[in-house]
Nanobody
């Protein structure tokens, strides 16, 4: 059974940092991708970042490039999202999601921010950035 458990959310002042963790288990295959998404009140869920085992280059949304860093510790089965220089507009529920059958185009992970490509989701963790 695939499980994803997020942790690390909280309240932080603008300009501060948080690190989210996504502990995963039960992936059926060696190749997979894990993405971070977020959803603010009244807004659609949007992709933030993703990382896959077969694509060495993580993907980032333009809104977080240069501020967020995604990484994976395969020994711990955990994917991290380091968030620096947080802004009030980063306030949202953050979800990690897994694509257990990732597809690639020219070596680049296809899923990125395509919600329908991810077949398992965590419960979410709240991130609130105060101004």
């Amino acid at each position: 059974e695939v499980q994803l458990v997020e942790s690390g959310g909280g309240l932080v002042q603008a300009g501060g940092s948080l690190t989210l963790s996504c502990a995963h288990s039960g992936f059926p295959f060696d190749d997979y991708a894990v993405g971070w998404f977020r959803q603010a009140p009244g807004k659609e869920r949007e992709g933030v970042s993703c990382i896959s085992r077969s694509d060495p280059n993580p993907w980032y949304a333009d809104s977080v490039k240069g501020r967020f860093t995604i990484s994976s510790d395969n020994a711990k089965n955990t994917v991290y999202l380091q968030m620096n220089y947080l802004k009030p507009e980063d306030t949202a529920v953050y979800y990690c999601a897994a694509d257990t059958d990732p597809q690639y185009a020219s070596g680049i992970y296809y899923g990125q921010d395509r919600i329908y490509e991810y077949d398992y989701w965590g419960q979410g963790t709240q991130v609130t950035v105060s101004s």
